[in-house]
């Protein structure tokens, strides 16, 4: 409006614009008119900024739209162009289970006559699991070799032959953000994900307990008191407690919590050892498998339950091929793909929700032959004369 315009509305009373009344002549007067036409300007261009507001709430406030389910990365549809890497992937896994049939971790055929790669922290004790193959047989475990630094383990199932085995390629080609193929629900389905970070080496931050320690305790007992244990921590799954009074850690007696903690994290996060401790003045003793620091302070704050959980060792590799495929511990141990059909590493840490590593092939698959050659062909027995 100009000055003129708000002069004369100020000077007189706004009429209602649907209502002017006539002159007696039948007309409007000239600044009925002229007001009119002001108050009518005045009225579209203020319809018109809220006409322009409501739109933009009315889509600020509309959701926008989104990827049905079966067309995301991971959905029904998009896995359907993967499926020729089905015999690839799937048909090359099998499903390491306890006696009872609970679902551990995955396993990579490795020989058609029954070898198998897995995670070893995760079964450090092949007696006492199985292995389930894809169709339905399962049959007990040997070990033949186990190799701490690279947390991997070979086996062979007993009495199996006429597997499907894994072929092997290069990882070195891969570039950030490649698109990779693995199995997940212990080897029965296929997810997709890509090459999310550089190549590199893991360091270690040693293994861990679960337990907060003080030196508090009766004069005649030399030991360590736990005074705090962690959620589904090694102690607590060992079923050690507050206030127990740790007095033997790997058959070293242990009087300060310094040395406690050194005898646990010079060794690895998968590990067994035997734990003797005072509660209520009576000696016990417990075996207990250590875990890594790093999944027993995410279990301290909560944040390993909150994620699915991370596998028992997560660091210490000489290697790592890093990837975003939606995986849990338990699919651990099963292959990696490129959309090739490429078989170019084996799943080896669960370490966050969106991260995995992978142990790349050129960092264990010539070892791994060495070690079916030597037990397929083992030396012959000389008679000494």
Request: proline share 6%; hydrophobic share 40%; charged share 25%.
């Amino acid at each position: 409006m100009t000055n003129d315009e708000i002069r004369m509305t100020k000077e007189a009373p706004i009429p209602n614009v649907e209502s002017l009344a006539l002159n007696r002549a039948g007309h409007y007067s000239a600044f009925e008119l002229r007001h009119s036409f002001v108050i009518r300007k005045f009225v579209i261009r203020h319809s018109a900024c809220l006409f322009l507001l409501s739109s933009h709430l009315a889509l600020a406030e509309s959701p926008r739209p989104t990827l049905p389910p079966e067309q995301r990365t991971n959905g029904r549809q998009t896995l359907s162009a993967v499926s020729p890497l089905k015999p690839l992937t799937l048909g090359c896994t099998a499903r390491m289970e306890s006696v009872l049939g609970r679902p551990i971790c995955t396993a990579t055929i490795v020989g058609a006559d029954g070898y198998l790669l897995t995670k070893a922290s995760e079964v450090p004790d092949l007696d006492k699991a199985r292995v389930r193959f894809a169709d339905g047989r399962t049959a007990a475990l040997r070990e033949v070799h186990r190799e701490v630094r690279l947390d991997l383990v070979l086996a062979q199932a007993v009495g199996v032959t006429g597997l499907r085995a894994v072929s092997f390629g290069a990882a070195k080609p891969l570039t950030l953000g490649q698109w990779l193929c693995s199995t997940a629900e212990a080897g029965r389905e296929p997810r997709i994900g890509i090459v999310s970070a550089q190549r590199r080496r893991i360091p270690g931050t040693g293994a861990a307990l679960g337990i907060r320690m003080d030196e508090k305790t009766p004069k005649e007992v030399k030991g360590v008191r736990i005074i705090g244990i962690a959620s589904e921590s090694p102690a607590e799954i060992a079923g050690l407690q507050e206030n127990d009074v740790l007095l033997n850690i790997a058959g070293e007696a242990v009087a300060q919590y310094r040395r406690v903690h050194e005898l646990v994290n010079k060794r690895q996060p998968g590990e067994i050892i035997e734990v003797r401790y005072l509660r209520k003045d009576k000696e016990e003793t417990c075996r207990v498998r250590l875990a890594s620091r790093t999944k027993v302070l995410q279990n301290w704050e909560g944040e390993d339950f909150a994620n699915g959980g991370i596998s028992l060792r997560s660091d210490n590799f000489p290697e790592v091929l890093q990837h975003d495929i939606p995986l849990l511990p338990t699919d651990m141990g099963g292959p990696v793909a490129t959309l090739e059909g490429k078989i170019v590493g084996i799943n080896i840490a669960r370490v966050d929700r969106v991260t995995t590593f992978a142990l790349p092939v050129e960092a264990f698959w010539s070892e791994v032959q060495k070690w079916m050659q030597a037990d397929r062909h083992p030396p012959k027995a000389v008679l000494v004369k």
